[in-house]
Nanobody, 114 residues
Framework: QVQLVESGGGLVQAGGSLRLSCTASGPIGWINTMGWYRQTPGNQRTLVAT???????NIADSMRGRVTISRDNAKYAVYLQMNNLQPEDTAVYFCYARSDSRYWGQGTQVTVSS
């Protein structure tokens, strides 16, 4: 079972920045996509950004221009740099990985105050 461990969430003022990190462990050899989704209470998880080997990043329109996603394939890690955060970005952010199955981290809270 692939395990994903996130870090980097927290409280930030509007206009601020955060960097989320996620590292995969376990049978990680077949992972081809890693990235981030987010979820607010009562709503479904929605895409923030993902990276698939050999493809351009897939970034949600609401985040485009404000986030950078990167991977360290040697470490099976994925990073999300978020800038100019706004209160509507407040959510639990989940690390995501896909091989033959989909895997999720436990989530990290991001709170943006106005």
């Amino acid at each position: 079972q692939v395990q994903l461990v996130e870090s980097g969430g927290g409280l930030v003022q509007a206009g601020g920045s955060l960097r989320l990190s996620c590292t995969a462990s376990g049978p990680i050899g077949w992972i081809n996509t890693m990235g981030w989704y987010r979820q607010t209470p009562g709503n479904q998880r929605t895409l923030v950004a993902t990276l698939t080997r050999g493809r351009d990043p897939n970034i949600a329109d609401s985040m485009r221009g404000r986030v950078t996603i990167s991977r360290d394939n040697a470490k099976y890690a994925v990073y999300l740099q978020m800038n100019n955060l706004q209160p509507e970005d407040t959510a639990v952010y989940f690390c995501y990985a896909r091989s033959d199955s989909r895997y999720w981290g436990q989530g990290t809270q991001v709170t943006v105050s106005s």
